[in-house]
Each structure stands twice: as C-alpha cells, then as structure tokens.
C-alpha cells in the first residue's frame, strides 16, 4: 500500500493590486505543469457549500463588530477543516487571504489584539507551511490598479503609513514575524517578473519536499 505524503498549505498575503490572485494562479499552474498535485483553493471554495455564508451576509448587514468577527472565523474554520482534508490526501493547496489578513481587517476596524487573540484561540486552524507576504511600490501598484479599472472605492485609496491599506500591510509584516523561521518569504512584485515570483515559492517548497 502507497503512503500518501500530507501535501503543503502556502498562503498568499499582500493589499490589494500586489498580486495575489496572479501569484496563485501561476504557482497552481507551475506546480500542475510539474506532476505535482495542487489545488487552487480560491476556484476550488466555489465548488463546496459553505453553510457558514448565509450567516456572514446576514451579520455583514446588522452585527457588531465582534459578531462578525465570530463568524467569519466560524466560516475560516469551516475551509480550514476543508483544506486539511485536501491536505491529508496528499494535494498541495494554494491559497490568497487567509487567517491573517481576517484578524487585520478587524484590528483595523476597532477590535483590540488581545480580543482578536482571544477568539482565535477559539477557532483553530490549519497553518500555512508557507506564507508569501507580497509587496509592491505605491506608485507601481497604482498603475496596475489603474489598469485593470476601478472597481470599487477601495481601489481609490492610497497606501500610506496612516491609512487603512499602510496598517493591513504591517499588520501583515508584523504577523509574519511570529511564523516559524523559514515559513515566510517576502516578494517585492515591482523587483520580480511574475515567473520569477513563482519561481522562488515554488523553489522554496520544493526544498522540503
């Protein structure tokens, strides 16, 4: 009988117009060409019933900010279980946004640390054997925002150290400090072409394989 070897959860992290879907994509895509078997959770979501949704547009709509908190962490946990399940079976799964960029949007918005630490606490989850933080100079990032088109209000905002895109992106920095040494990587995407973004996590998984 085969041993099924538990595959590897890379997550990947940056604001928005750094190039996280890009990333995810190529990197699946690389991993496919390779033999090696991979999921693309961010396509791969949209096949699953998540009972957790109907919740988290209800609350969107009426909660207070820690009941909202509550259930997306109720409905990370529910993909959580998913990804460990696909994990198990020996796929590598990759995935844009994920605990992390939860607990900065709620810090952002209000709720101390200590009270995000203590619902996390209530909610384990799966970790990510490789986080990929992304990078990218403002003033490149706003081409490429520009480029794709607006497509919310969000997208107007700059990053600045007192706006709300300056604190999601150190608040990210800061939280990949705490990961184990050797499973973070940090890519600036204005200094590296896209296959060279996938190159290096994909290298970098690869080495511990």
Request: glycine residues 6%.
């Amino acid at each position: 009988m085969n041993e099924t070897h538990r595959g590897k959860f890379i997550s990947i992290h940056g604001i928005d117009g750094t190039g996280k879907t890009t990333t995810t994509q190529e990197v699946v895509r690389k991993l496919s060409e390779d033999g090696i078997p991979v999921i693309n959770y961010d396509t791969h979501k949209e096949t699953i019933n998540n009972p957790h949704e109907q919740a988290k547009n209800k609350i969107d709509r009426s909660g207070s900010l820690e009941e909202k908190l509550a259930v997306y962490l109720e409905s990370m946990m529910f993909h959580s279980a998913e990804i460990d399940r696909l994990l198990s079976q020996g796929f590598h799964v990759v995935k844009s946004r994920y605990l992390d960029d939860i607990k900065a949007h709620f810090s952002q918005l209000g709720i101390p640390k200590e009270k995000v630490k203590e619902f996390e606490l209530k909610f384990p989850m799966v970790q990510p054997d490789l986080k990929v933080i992304l990078i990218l100079d403002e003033t490149e990032r706003r081409k490429r925002i520009d480029m794709r088109g607006i497509l919310d209000d969000r997208d107007v905002e700059e990053k600045t150290s007192e706006t709300r895109l300056g604190f999601l992106e150190d608040y990210l920095f800061k939280a990949a400090k705490e990961a184990p040494v050797g499973s973070v990587l940090h890519i600036d995407t204005s200094m590296n072409s896209v296959n060279e973004v996938v190159k290096k996590i994909v290298d970098h998984l690869l080495k511990d394989l």
